[in-house]
């Protein structure tokens, strides 16, 4: 009977030694359920934290996409800016040139206007000398027909005495 005993108390010491490790093995299994259902939660967490990034990283490109091209197009409206503004100056240039030209031959027909006046005057003045000159040599001739004919009297009334 002592051996039963003996048995017994050693069956209850391997059975509580039994139950102390199953509730240790609970409780660590409890613990590691926890830290599953936490892992768990922050694998969640990540994933939909990747989701955002993932949403952002495509807003990103698309925002760089359009960056691009609108840099495309600045460089394309920057070439056309620079294009314009040569011609532009070569306008201007022209522009300047057609002015100075302008200038230039507007002086040259003053000049030339004046000139014009000028022998317009002298004109003017020969015109009146001619006139003066045809009237004296009218007057000329009238004095000369009419001393000739006074002549041919003088020399008739010479003949007849």
């Known amino acids: ?18 139950i102390e490790r199953a509730e240790k093995a609970e409780a660590a299994n409890k613990k590691y359920e926890l830290e599953i259902l936490h892992k768990d939660q922050e694998i969640q967490s990540l994933s939909h934290k990747l989701q955002v990034a993932e949403g952002e990283l495509e807003k990103a490109e698309g ?12 460089e394309t409206s920057r070439s056309t800016a620079d294009n314009l503004a040569r011609k532009i100056q070569l306008l201007e240039d022209e522009l300047d040139a057609a002015e100075k030209n302008l200038k230039e031959t507007t002086e040259k027909l003053r000049q030339v206007d004046v000139k014009a006046e000028h022998w317009e005057k002298q004109v003017q003045r020969v015109e009146h000398e001619r006139d003066t000159m045809e009237k004296k040599y009218e007057d000329m001739v009238t004095k000369y027909q ?13 003949d007849q005495l």
């Open 1 to 18: 009977m002592d051996r039963i005993k003996d048995r017994l108390a050693s069956l209850r010491v391997e059975a509580d030694t039994a």
């Open 63 to 74: 925002k760089l996409a359009s960056a691009k091209l609108d840099k495309e197009q600045g």
């Open 146 to 158: 009419h001393s000739q004919k006074e002549l041919d009297e003088l020399a008739r009334s010479l």
